[in-house]
Nanobody, 120 residues
Framework: QVQLVESGGGSVRPGESLKLSCVVS????????IAWFRQALGKRRELVSC???????HYEDSVKGRFTISRDNTKNTVYLQMNNLEPIDTAVYYC??????????????WGKGTLVTVAS
C-alpha cells in the first residue's frame, strides 16, 4: 500500500543541475526517515543522502557540497537538489523510507527509481 514515486531524472551535461522528487503515499510521512540511494551500471547500490524527521541530514562524501536533501511535510515529498553533476553521478536514483532513523540498504519501503544520465 505504501508508495514512493521518484521523478525528476533525465539526461544532462556535466556541470548542470537536476532536482529529484520523491512523493510518499499512505504512511505517516512526518515520522519517517527518508533516504536517496543510487546504483550505477555494474556497481553496488550506495547511499547518497538521508534526512530524518528532525531534518537532520547526512551526505556521502562524494556528493557533499553539491547535493542538498530537503523535505516538505505538507506535500509528503523529499527532494534531492543535485548541482554540478558529473559523469560519475550517472545512476538510477531510488528513494527509501523507514521508521528507524538509520539509512541502510534494509530500509522498509522503496521507490522504483529514476534514471539520471550525465554525459557530454
Amino acid at each position: 500500500q505504501v508508495q514512493l514515486v521518484e521523478s525528476g531524472g533525465g539526461s544532462v551535461r556535466p556541470g548542470e543541475s537536476l532536482k529529484l522528487s520523491c512523493v510518499v503515499s499512505r504512511l505517516p510521512f512526518v515520522h519517517y526517515t527518508i533516504a536517496w540511494f543510487r546504483q550505477a551500471l555494474g556497481k553496488r547500490r550506495e547511499l547518497v543522502s538521508c534526512i530524518d524527521p528532525d531534518k537532520v541530514t547526512h551526505y556521502e562524501d562524494s556528493v557533499k557540497g553539491r547535493f542538498t536533501i530537503s523535505r516538505d511535510n505538507t506535500k509528503n515529498t523529499v527532494y534531492l537538489q543535485m548541482n554540478n553533476l558529473e559523469p560519475i553521478d550517472t545512476a538510477v536514483y531510488y528513494c527509501a523510507a523507514d521508521l528507524a532513523p538509520l539509512c541502510t540498504d534494509a530500509m522498509n519501503y522503496w521507490g522504483k527509481g529514476t534514471l539520471v544520465t550525465v554525459a557530454s
